[in-house]
Antibody, heavy 125, light 107 residues
């Protein structure tokens, strides 16, 4: 059974950076396309970006371009999301999510069938 | 950049009744549309992908339809566990936005 296990909650100050990890178990990582989605308190999900280790490149939402970096380490089956220049409105739960394998293998970039448990990032000024 | 618009924002339905949720894309997304269910304190759960294909383990009372820009999620007979927030998401082209959600509440 594939699982995505994320790193623990983070408390950060404005202007700093945060790096959240997402470890995949029970699947071949090369075929695991990982996306990052955040959800601010009381708001809907917001897609930030994603990476497919099979193709090696990441894609980012324009809103986060230049501030977010998504990487994947196949040797440890772990994906990472680093967000810099944090602001108070970056306070949110950050999720990693896997693209349905049958779609990822065809180069299709959604839908997300398995999600991590979420990581709360709190940014204080 | 594609914008996803869901309606209504809130849907009040009695248990056992049918619920119909709508999602509109600002431009064509073909059939590259997913629906998710989210309950408080939980991650979203994939219900439907490819506009109409149920994900593994999703009950048959959930069905999706539509293509291009207009999509519908139908819950044929609402059960108590179905009261939640539902989101659509397009994955036809980058970026991959979600709609703002429809809350299905008990009438």
């Amino acid at each position: 059974q594939v699982q995505l296990v994320q790193s623990g909650a983070e408390g950060k100050t404005a202007g700093s950076s945060v790096k959240v990890s997402c470890k995949a178990s029970g699947a071949t990582f090369t075929n695991t396309a990982i996306n990052w989605v955040r959800q601010a308190p009381g708001q809907g999900p917001e897609w930030m970006g994603g990476i497919n280790p099979l193709f090696g490149t990441a894609n980012y939402a324009p809103k986060f371009q230049g501030r977010v970096t998504i990487t994947a380490d196949e040797s440890t089956t772990t994906a990472y999301m680093e967000l810099s220049s944090l602001k108070s409105d970056d306070t949110a739960v950050y999720y990693c999510a896997r693209v349905l394998p049958s779609l990822a293998a065809a180069g299709i970039v959604g839908a997300f069938d398995i999600w991590g448990q979420g990581t709360l990032v709190t940014v204080s000024s | 950049e594609i914008v996803m618009t869901q309606s209504p924002a809130t849907l009040s339905v009695s248990p056992g009744e049918r619920a119909t949720l709508s999602c509109r894309a600002s431009q064509s997304v073909s059939s590259n549309l997913a629906w998710y269910q989210q309950k408080p304190g939980q991650a979203p759960r994939l219900l439907i992908y490819g506009a109409s294909t149920r994900a593994t383990g999703i009950p048959a009372r959930f069905s999706g339809s539509g293509s291009v820009t207009e999509f519908t999620l139908t819950i044929s007979s609402l059960q108590s566990e179905d009261f939640a927030v539902y989101y659509c998401q397009q994955y036809n082209s980058w970026p991959l936005p979600f709609g703002q959600g429809t809350k299905v509440e008990i009438k």
